[in-house]
């Protein structure tokens, strides 16, 4: 495995917040003059390797390198021929990374997998959705989209509806509208509440506070008696101006994202009563100015006498969805050059390793899965206080690591300890429990 | 749903007859000059929606239009990823005819889905057969073959042989010949002749008369004792050229049109002695001159042996339905105008709102099919004499329309008496029985 | 079925030893420039036919297309709908290699499928794939590599590895090393040896002695103590450098071709201890300047660990694919010439006419499958001595026919015999036994 000076797009931060505002007017430019070949990826070859069906993206993404002049090859098999014979995806992205193809979206059920391929790969690899883990150009698209419609991001009030447990775009869209300065508000149907570990990563990352919010009437999605949470990066000047941080009054809305239940990830949990976007609520005075958002598809969540109201803009979030992906790829492919800089840390390079303990605790992560035979178990840290947080460098599940163990005195201490933080890097063995550290051979320093 | 000045292929008749023979002239251009690019939808995307299998009408397609320089997109996935979800027929056109793709060819089970597609659609979308509905390049490219072949289609002897009875292509092409004049001799598989309604359409929209035929010895297909129905559309004058119009005597045959048995719509039922073409039956003399189509793919009905007879002509039909694709493409995008008219009446405006009484009664109809949760019951008026005959906007199914009801006094009348007629359009409600009108709360005129 | 003057890639000895070099060196070409549309085959379209899935292949030969500035159409479905409504194979070459598409490339499970596409379709047919038969650009492509990494192939010392039984492509490499006059050395996984009628042809056809072989110690994939097969092609008088023809040393090797064990074709053997080729192989000495060689996927029969050794050379096989694809298709499809003559006998030229009584025996060859009910049974003679050897002009399965018969007399004799080589060609009658003479009416002539 070797490390490339090339850039991939598996998560949205892998992108710097100036770097995605530069992708934004890009896309403009394409979009003014869509319905022509721009040639700029003339002789370039996009494949898209699909190991779960994504009709969608897939069209969007072949649509796009159309567009750019480039060709296209697609392995969308239901069944991969290749890794029915046994063959790792990092072997398939060498192959088709190599002569076959200039540029890779990857598309695969397990958490993680579209990092693996980015690391494999020789070209620029695009997360095309993987597992439970990110959707990356949908949640670009989706900000793009409503950027074009308000002229910004920063300060927006924006109200997030339906299934906010299981949708991988919600959470993914979360964490950008903090990036970006946005407030959220949560409406949940009952039950499929934000996951605890997204709130904790919006404060720990974003520095987002949350309130109890006071949302006008919005018929068939909320109504007054109901308490929705308030989520926001504000700074503590700018939250002076609620009159009370525990509960924030929302009486104007910049958007509304709807989401559909994600059937297919629930344990036959009831959809009775699910939230529905009706004439009714545009009707509510805080939605006058709202856009009416949703990934698509839909199933009954918005109603159909919606999609005339001027206010719908879900089919031109999957409009945008083509020139948002040439910018990207053009950007990717070296084909345009963008002023800003790059995020600090790139992720594609090798961070903490977890030897033989630290391993993923996500059942769904590739290196659980079909990378346990030949993937390291990298980590890479997130927060260093009393205990230290460690993410899986692939699917980003979080673990905690309460000691530290060197490697040369084959002792153990307390993570935040003085005497854990003075070992020296290449000595430290990080470990989650003291019993995990005792299994290892190392001795506890306080005995 | 908006209404749009672009022009779909969803029915032959969304086709006027000069417009098709323009379109002949084309095609034979391109035809002329296949190998090369011609440049013409250069910056065009096609997109190939398949909800069921049809490799050969797809890459039919697909060629088509990257010999004319665009690009193709496929979503042929046995099942769509985004149906799966539940997303409806409207919303996935309206997605991928959006920037993904500039014209749609839709292929779909249900009957009249194509309509659907072209209703919801923003760019042109081509029927590539919907359901039992239409599958009206087929008939293009049918008609082409016999024009080129013939030089004319007026006049023409065409026999039809084998499964008349569900072959959607069969009744396509029968109401196409009747339009261009040819006459029709049907030899059907006994228990497979052409449906009573496909004979009522011929009757009343182009005027054919039937007459039992008598058909010089065909071996395989016919024998002189079998009788076979002879439908033509020919004027009164001509027709007293036969000396007895209840037994025409075919001595010349033009072409000989075989279908295979369309097992998969069948109910079991036996094939057994399924006409079979064969070198025996292109010695008879009445078969002289005559061409072999078939619209492939073939099963066993026409013989290996006769593929090399130059009367064969079914693999020129299929090489020849590149160019006409090309031809049909080029001027749905807007690429080359024809001199001809449209047909009068464009099938894409909304006719009569069947409102909560009357529905389409084919059951596998898109209205009562994936449409039920978000399609108008809208029909269009075919014939207004005593009774009424509404087809179906989508499917074009037809229903008698007995009663009419007028919305402000809440009485029904006959539905061709003076009173019935006198009731102003937007007042009109329809109604097949009284009862149904007396369930609807109106009173008989008559009470 | 017609005969035409195109030439196809059904076997690799359709293409003469002096040709094949010569599309190394275009091969080289297009590979400097592979990123860039190279405007060769601009114009062109390949339909990619697969009746069974090959991902790897199809995308190569996609990428390889349109590399070269031409489109690309795919039936790739794992159910061809044609071939599910009963299309032969020959229908759905002549349709797709007619208008549609200008060369064809065709995987087929049944052996011998893709000499029935060459002979039915009017454009070039590239063979992907048929069976256990043949999938020549696979050779082609180890050929290209191995020639490119060592500057010759012939003398080179090559080591074959792993399930020599079932691999398709193990077989196609014997039989061009041996034309190319490079030495073989067989280390099977026990029980997995190369089959006897690999061995016989390689005897007969290119002169290939056995030895048996003495490696020296490649841990992991043989210990000295094995002893190995070592096939050649050399002359007498470069045998007699080795002291011992019956224990021939090597101590060079040029090249490991190793392999994974082809479990779908297996019966169920167990697979442990199957050969693994580790970093401690790459340790021995002979292997010094060993390339190391797998047609990919491979399972765990190489190391992760052996990937970044520069000896490793098979993920550069799977990228000179494509610059070796190009030069093939625009050779086939008359876009660069080759200055060298083509094989003396093409295939594509019918031979003997099995007539009633020669079948082919091999179960799984097109002309028991699929072309039963329209294929001629076809035979062309290999070797005419005591008995004829003659094979399958599909799946080149060989038969042994012991007598001849004289269809004017109705006698048979010997095949050797003075009196059975003196009948005239267009009266032989080929018989596999005594009692099938007798059969089909014919009397000894010794009687």
Known sequence: MTEHQKRDLVSIEDLSTEEIL?????????????????????????????????????????????????????????????????????????????????????RHPQDGAARVAGRYARVPVINGGDGAHEHPTQTLCDLYTLWKEKGRLEGLEVVLCGDLRYSRTIHSFCYALARFGANI?????????????????????????????????????????????????????????????????????????????QLERHDGESTLDYPRLTRSTLGAAAAKDARIMH???????????????????YFRQAELGVPMRMALMAFLLGKIQLRAQPPKVLATQRGIDGGATLRCHNERCVTNGEGVRYLDRDFRLRSSEAVGVLCCAYCEREILVRFLGDEKSRTFHAYGSPEGQAIPEPRRVHFETDSQAEAAGYRSADD
């Not at 990826?41 to 567009?67: D, K, N, Q, V, W």
């Not at 974003?206 to 007054?224: E, H, K, N, R």
């Not at 199933?299 to 999609?307: C, H, L, M, R």
Request: hydrophobic share 40%.
């Open 22 to 106: 530069e992708l934004f007017h890009h896309a403009e430019e394409f979009r003014q003059n869509l319905r022509d070949w721009s040639d700029v990826c003339r002789g370039t070859i996009m494949a898209t390797l699909f190991f779960e069906p994504s009709t969608r993206t897939r069209l969007s993404f072949e649509s796009a390198m159309l567009r750019l002049g480039g060709g296209v090859i697609t392995a969308a098999d239901s069944e991969n021929s290749s890794s029915a014979k046994g063959e790792s995806l990092a072997d398939t992205v060498r192959v088709v990374g190599g002569s076959y193809a200039d540029i890779l979206v990857v």
């Open 295 to 313: 990934p698509l598809p839909r199933v009954d969540e918005i109603d159909y006498e919606v999609d005339d109201d001027p206010r719908s803009i």
């Open 185 to 261: 508000v949560t409406m949940p149907y009952p039950g499929f509440e934000l996951p605890e570990y997204v709130l904790l990563r919006l404060r720990r990352d974003f520095g987002v506070q949350a309130a109890t919010a006071a949302v006008d009437d919005l018929p068939g999605i909320a109504s007054g008696s109901n308490t929705a949470a308030y989520l926001t990066a504000s700074k503590p000047h700018q939250l002076a101006l609620f009159t009370n941080l525990t509960n924030v009054e929302v009486n104007r809305i910049d958007a509304i994202y709807m989401t559909r239940a």
